[in-house]
């Protein structure tokens, strides 16, 4: 099997668990967005998933983003242009790499981030990173500071917030990831019954390949999915 097979293989996996999940969730068809996160893959892994049919892809370096995009937003061959993601930590240093550059920004979890992405005067939506399981070593706002940074979006010229975003603690089972999957979207219910300027809180952006069923079955509508589409990633070099 070549390799643009087995990518369209684990895109054709992805997509019936996907569908499956909505089923049983008495979810619309279609209501679940798959982003595939394509971090530490090929621009030729691009393409091949591309030909199968996926719009959207999301990284998780600035540079690896910028370098990915300009090579593909060269060759005219491709059906289509992929839809850029940013899903990984962000530096303000990065955010020059990333502002205006993609249709979202999944990791915003400061006013300081938010302050940054504003000034390069390019318009950008993003989603609120909230650290739901208050775990020491993870990027994302406490719950308790949520209200505030929703706040903070008013003042905003360029930056508007499309929803929230979660990472879970790892485990093995992901039943153990549906209590923060959960809280997510209440934070999301309890949050968009305040009106405020620049903020629609309809996306939540949860699930990855081992926990997609459990995102879904509590509201996600976007999954971001990546070993189960391309397979292992490489190890990460210190350059990168
Ligand atoms: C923020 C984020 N979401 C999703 C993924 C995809 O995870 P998986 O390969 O388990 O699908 C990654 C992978 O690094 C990630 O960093």
Redesign the pocket.
């Known amino acids: 099997m070549t390799r643009a097979q087995a990518i369209a293989d684990g895109l054709g996996q992805v997509r019936e668990r996907i569908a499956a999940a909505e089923c049983a969730a008495g979810r619309a068809p279609g209501s679940v967005r798959l ?1 595939a ?1 394509s ?1 530490k893959m090929t621009a030729d892994d691009v393409r091949a998933a591309l030909a199968a049919g996926q719009h959207m892809f ?1 990284e ?1 370096y600035a540079q690896e983003l910028r370098d990915k995009r300009a090579a593909l937003a060269q060759d005219s061959t491709l059906p289509t242009l992929p839809e850029w993601h940013y ?2 930590p962000l530096q303000s240093n990065k955010v020059k790499y990333v502002a205006g550059q993609v249709a979202l920004a ?2 915003v979890d400061s006013s300081a981030l938010l302050e940054a992405i504003e000034a390069r005067g390019a318009p950008q939506a993003c989603l609120v990173q909230v650290n739901v399981a208050g775990e020491a070593q993870k990027r994302g706002i406490a719950p308790a500071d949520l209200p505030a940074l929703l706040d903070r979006f008013a003042t905003m010229s360029y930056v508007t917030c499309a929803g929230l ?1 979660v ?1 879970p603690p790892f485990t093995e089972n992901p039943d153990d990831a549906r209590p923060h999957f959960a809280a997510l979207r209440a934070l999301r219910d309890r949050e968009a019954a305040t009106a405020r300027p620049h903020v629609e809180l309809r996306e939540l952006s949860m699930g ?3 926990d ?1 069923e459990a995102a879904i079955a509590e509201g996600a509508t976007i999954v ?7 397979g292992g ?1 490489p190890p990460r070099t210190a350059a990168v």
């Open positions: 982003l996160v971090k999301g998780n899903i990984g999944h990791t975003m990472i990855m390949s081992g997609l971001r999915v990546g070993t189960a589409i391309f990633r």
